[in-house]
């Protein structure tokens, strides 16, 4: 068996205290053997420096998804192609900086997949996601039968729709992106096990992560807002997936929230 | 102490059955004095019928709310003018038909004030829900202190903002349209209960009710597709808030997740 | 010199009658060796139907361009792998029924490349029209330089974007989709003929195609209106380009609007 | 009679310098008695500032009108409360900075009604511009029936409804956003003129007035690009409407295109 940890999106400084204050003690505790991250808004809520990847890493965690925010600081572009233990969503156009998968070895040397994919609606205009898991999973069990999804959409229909897509073909599909952890974890027919979002690792007293007051102001009076991260408590949204390494079926998948 | 259960997004037959076989059953069990109901996909997921109407207050039903899907089958136009207890999202324009809220009374007699309002992020054109609110929440409060809104929207950041926006001023307030049950619910500081999406009442093996295959098929071959209602084991999602009377606070949410 | 006319969106009844009173007419007049339409809203403003394909066939069109609602009538289906003169958009998914381009003789044996591309801003999720068109297009210069692209998209920074991507590849780039025909004809420097919209052969006095008062109604109380094609004096929106053929590029392109 | 003449979205520099070089030479050849321009992209293609506003107004333009970029340099936030010959879209919430409408005075003392509308399709959440368009029409019709409104919106079929809707009620009524002028221009049945787009002032040599390698790497990467103003040869876009004074008719709309 081996136990993996995704964490929904770290959002702020709070988000990453989070991290600090979770990490290792739950991977202590629960004896996880994999780490997972979704750092799209890690730094103020607004993409990655380099800076909070190694923060982040330090923290525990041993691979950071990424999202639609992916670009919004200008450094990672570069420092993609070097890391990498981070991944952008695979279905970007072909010739985009970094990678969307990777092949991650556990304190046991047990090998696992982990693709990151974005969803379509009310979404950039990427490749079709479908299509692309259809491409790139093959690649992937070659090497091994454990792979996970973070796919990081907004419908729960398109969440829905890849799961059951491609239940049985790889161990956990989590979405992200919403920042609300949803109630529907669950392990399919196939052995696939499924969440439609993780939630977010950042300010608890927010509007998904944002100060509440401007994002209110936004709604109100239409006019743009320059968002800041919230500060203040924090809550801790992650699932864990246990993991049959011979057939690549989850067992189990369960859903934790701390707060400060 | 005032209790009051409200029901996610019933979707068809098996959405129905759910509440045949639940409502009366969990009404006792947990003294809840009034029942609402997402009622917009009760016709096989589009809309309503009379007949739909009937069978699901015939079931327990209290009141029934709506969302986009309120005006797919025809007949309810006419019908939503005589039938007091069922309300579409309050923030269309002056002159549908229909009312936007209502005041309903439980057994003993206290009285309830049910909005219901609809999000425009990735949502139809209808006039701003805050504005809306600040209007119709004073009228009803001006009869009870007890105060739940169904905010039909898809954005999280919508949902979340409109909760801190009238924290204080109802006693609930509660998502739907997602179809998914989000493990957020908590009480905010002024006292009003926040969940996001309180999820779906309906055929769980499904893309948020529809048949999986169909909702497939669309996204792989961006053609049309005819979405059927799937059939089968249903869930039953909701939320169970109890309610100081003297202040319209709530004391509790609750989520509840039955299976067939 | 080759001489190709391209007409915008034959919406209904109406526009059918227009290419009837207009085509043949025009083709004699300017001596115009192809006739290209947009049909997508031939049937009552919603898809096409075999009859109406070979209505306007029988008019003087040579080939029949589609875009998003080329899957409105289902007939349509099975019938566009037989008929090689309707062609939908190319970036549909590999193992979408019928073509997206095609070549086509003029009367003097005359090879013309026809290519049907979909944009996707506030569009459907489709593939990405610039590189669909970056491996389309040499396909079909090993057949003949003289290319046409049908681009329809909503957003003029997409089709303009386009038209300066493909700029010296192909003849020309016509949009079509908004139905409203636009001022800005010209050649580009690399010798491509554009236009951001050719505009609609339909009902003149309707919105876009449509009875006015359904389209109004529609906007006034956001409650759906089953959208009928107006009837009555048409429009007659089209373009002629004057290409050299050796080269493949445009010399000349001029607008047409032919009133009833 | 009276001629009003009324400009495209004004971009950037090159937009700026159109003004100036066609503005009074027009005003002059053509007896215009009063000059509306679009302002929302006079700062480089984003909002506008104090100083293009001064700029404008001693170009000869008496009255600027904006859009969805209205708010994008700060400044002006503050300025609007000051300067009545700035108008911002109508339909923001009450209570946003500015006003939406205005009367003012040509020359011969003529007083004529300009309102500013924002549509909603594919555009930022505003109040319903149908609604709005009733009560701010009536209260200019009391001072004059010579009315005008710059209708910015994405959609034609949105543009084509308002025009129809309020034929009769206004003299004209004139699409502005998409920056591409449209060749539709008419009198309406009931005497108000109509063009779905004047078009834009600005960098000719563009994708609707930005660089076009910039605006072509976003469509092809999918990553954000920071969009600059095109520089260049300018293209002047506006139409000329020829009003009787008495009834508020119009008598005629004429479209112009004039380039350096
Ligand atoms: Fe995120
Ligand atoms: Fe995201
Ligand atoms: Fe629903
Ligand atoms: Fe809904
Ligand atoms: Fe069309
Ligand atoms: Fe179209
Ligand atoms: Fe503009
Ligand atoms: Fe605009």
Not at 31 to 44: C, M, P, S, T, W
Not at 74 to 98: A, C, H, S, V
Request: aromatic share 6%; with cysteine; proline share 3%.
């Amino acid at each position: 068996m081996i136990r993996i940890m995704m964490i929904g999106d770290v959002f702020g400084r709070s988000g990453r205290r989070a991290l600090k204050d979770n990490v290792v003690e739950l991977v202590r505790e629960h004896k996880i053997d994999l780490v997972l991250a979704n750092g799209e808004n890690a730094a103020g809520g607004n993409g990655i420096t380099r800076e909070n990847a190694r923060e982040i890493f330090d923290a525990g965690v041993d691979v950071i998804t990424m999202g639609n925010h992916v670009w919004n600081k200008k450094e990672i572009i570069n420092y993609l192609d070097k890391e990498e233990r981070i991944i952008r969503p695979q279905n970007y156009p072909p010739g985009t900086p970094g990678m969307g998968f990777g092949l991650f070895k556990t304190k046991n040397n047990d090998v696992v997949g982990v693709v990151n994919m974005s969803g379509r609606i009310f979404m950039p205009e990427l490749d079709c996601p479908f299509r692309c898991a259809d491409q790139v999973i093959p690649l992937l069990r070659e090497k091994t039968s454990i792979i996970i999804m973070d796919f990081h959409a907004e419908a729960t229909s398109e969440k829905a729709a890849m799961a059951y897509y491609l239940d049985g073909r790889l161990s956990a599909i989590c979405g992200t992106h919403t920042h609300v952890q949803t109630a529907d974890e669950r392990i399919l027919e196939g052995g696939t096990a499924f969440i439609t979002d993780i939630g977010m690792t950042g300010p608890r007293d927010s509007v998904i992560g944002v100060k509440k007051e401007l994002v209110i102001r936004k709604f109100i009076t239409q006019m743009p807002q320059k968002f800041e991260a919230a500060t203040g408590l924090y809550q801790f949204n992650a699932v864990v997936i246990d993991i049959q390494q011979e057939t690549g079926q989850a067992v189990a998948i369960k859903r934790i929230q701390n707060f400060e």
